[in-house]
């Protein structure tokens, strides 16, 4: 038999509807379940089944920190849109890798939508640092090695600013003038993490974190030629990195950078005061 904390989880569909929610509700308030046990329900039960060959976590946040974002590439207008509206009526919602063809469609659907061209990103309901200049400091900074490497970096910066980081951006830093990052040591040193993305020999990371006391987030990317084998050349250097403290995602994956920045930043700010 089932605990009034544990109720048989069959007792609630998949989908968090709005049924499935008021009897959670009713149960916590006739005594039958406890709000620690309601909440765990809510973490981990609602899917969305939107029939279009897609299945939504709408909870995703509540269960991990960060929401659900689409990614774009591979999914018809209407799937696109479809996820969008339902994601936005929780809450915030953003598409990442977006084309000028979709953007044009999520656009028509949302016209208050903020889209992002150089950054590949919509956002319905979210900031988005479209206009420049941005800050060249900030709780998190972003580190592009050169110009060809700004829209990796953009990604990135725009995700941050998104899940509600602090983040700042400095471009075009890369190892040919090293010279160039002296000016920005002083907010180097006073950031909680660096995201430094390069192409070409992917030296940038190693020396970045070199300098500074914060964990490093090194993002290849496919900008090269060659031997560079659309990132490959930087992605190794960068594992191969003899400099402790970095990590290294997958190659031309702001994305995937600002995530892991943002769960760390996140997570910090939650943990107790000792």
């Known amino acids: 038999m089932a605990s009034r904390d544990n109720p048989p989880a069959s007792r609630y569909a998949l989908a968090m509807h709005e049924e499935a929610l008021l009897r959670i509700l009713r149960d916590v308030a006739e005594g039958r379940m406890t709000p620690d046990a309601a909440l765990e329900h809510c973490r981990l039960a609602p899917l969305e089944d939107l029939f279009c060959g897609l299945t939504l976590d709408p909870h995703r946040k509540l269960r991990t920190g960060l929401g659900e974002v689409v990614f774009a590439p591979g999914k018809s207008e209407a799937q696109l849109c479809s996820a969008m509206k339902h994601l936005s009526q929780a809450g915030p919602a953003l598409a990442s890798r977006v084309s000028e063809d979709q953007a044009q469609c999520l656009q028509k659907a949302f016209p208050e939508g903020v889209y992002w061209q150089e950054a590949r990103l919509f956002a319905v309901g979210g900031a988005l640092p479209v206009t420049p200049p941005w800050p060249a400091e900030g709780e998190a900074l972003v580190l592009s090695a050169g110009a060809a490497d700004r829209p990796v970096a953009l990604e990135a910066l725009g995700c941050m600013h998104f899940f509600g980081v602090d983040a700042g951006y400095i471009a075009d830093v890369g190892v040919a003038g090293l010279h160039r990052l002296q000016p920005h040591l002083q907010a180097l040193s006073e950031a909680r993490i660096?995201?430094?993305?390069?192409?070409?020999?992917?030296?940038?990371?190693?020396v970045v974190a070199g300098f500074v006391r914060c964990p490093v987030i090194a993002v290849?990317?496919?900008?090269?030629?060659?031997?560079?084998?659309?990132?490959?050349?930087?992605l190794n250097a960068m594992l191969c990195s003899c400099v402790p403290g970095l990590a290294v995602v997958n190659i031309d994956s702001g994305f995937g950078a600002a995530a892991?920045?943002?769960k760390m930043l996140l997570r910090l700010e939650s943990l107790p005061d000792h």
Not at 195 to 203: N, Q, R
Not at 222 to 232: C, K, M, N, Q, T
């Open 220 to 234: 290849p990317t496919s900008v090269g030629y060659g031997v560079g084998a659309g990132g490959h050349a930087a």
């Open 194 to 206: 660096v995201v430094a993305v390069a192409g070409m020999e992917g030296a940038l990371p190693g």
């Open 260 to 262: 892991f920045a943002a």
